[in-house]
């Protein structure tokens, strides 16, 4: 009928990639603005797992450096 909605479909379709499939990003550096804190700081975090140098910007020094020690804490490279 007109305008009824389909049922998602239950199996993942062939062209997407697994759902925990991660990206990597060696050799690539990131700044990230809004890094002390938030959204920022958890893309902040999780590029530099992915393997980027991250650079960490934000109003607040003092978060920022903070989310640097994690990072780095982490085994990650940033510079603020």
Do not use: N
Not at 48 to 73: F, K, M, N, P, S
């Amino acid at each position: 009928r007109a305008g009824a909605r389909r049922p998602l479909p239950r199996h993942r379709p062939a062209h997407l990639p697994p759902p925990l499939t991660m990206f990597r990003l060696d050799r690539k550096t990131a700044l990230v603005t809004g890094a002390g804190s938030g959204i920022g700081q958890a893309i902040a975090v999780l590029f530099a797992r992915q393997g980027a140098h991250v650079w960490v910007v934000d109003l607040d020094a003092a978060r920022a450096e903070a989310t640097c020690a994690a990072i780095r804490g982490d085994g990650g490279a940033c510079r603020l």
